[in-house]
């Protein structure tokens, strides 16, 4: 299994930014895929996930209006859309996937299984 991501670079507040996370080596569409993010010495928090099949969708209060997570299952792809980016948004952004179904739609990064090597996001006033 093996997730790539992309797209992460350095905006202006009130900026937007995509992030892509390219899964293969399974169907990532049966089991729970997420963003999560890590500032500077702070935990890896939760910022948008997707469940399993049903493809029930949740955001943190932190990022909920601004963000919109979602997935093309032809390209094996999920994204992160980001809008009106404000400099406490600045972290290393990760893709996750579990394999456990019962983990789908974790907020906890514990239950991911498979991560993505991060992209990077800087948000400057």
């Known amino acids: 299994v093996q997730l790539v991501e992309s797209g992460g670079g350095s905006v202006q507040a009130g900026g937007s930014l995509r992030l892509s996370c390219k899964v293969s080596g399974f169907a990532y569409d049966d089991y729970g895929i997420g963003w999560f993010r890590q500032a500077d010495g702070q935990k890896r928090e939760m910022v948008s996930v997707i469940g399993d099949n049903d493809g029930a969708k949740f955001y943190s209060d932190s990022v909920k209006g601004r963000v919109t997570i979602s997935r093309d299952k032809a390209k094996n792809t999920m994204y992160l859309e980001m809008s009106n980016l404000k400099p406490k948004d600045t972290a290393v952004y990760f893709c996750?996937?579990?394999?456990?179904?019962?983990?789908?739609?974790?907020?906890?990064?514990?239950?991911?299984?498979?991560w993505g090597q991060g992209a990077r996001v800087t948000v400057s006033t």
């Open positions: 996750a996937a579990t394999v456990d179904s019962s983990c789908a739609g974790s907020i906890y990064a514990g239950d991911y299984d498979y």
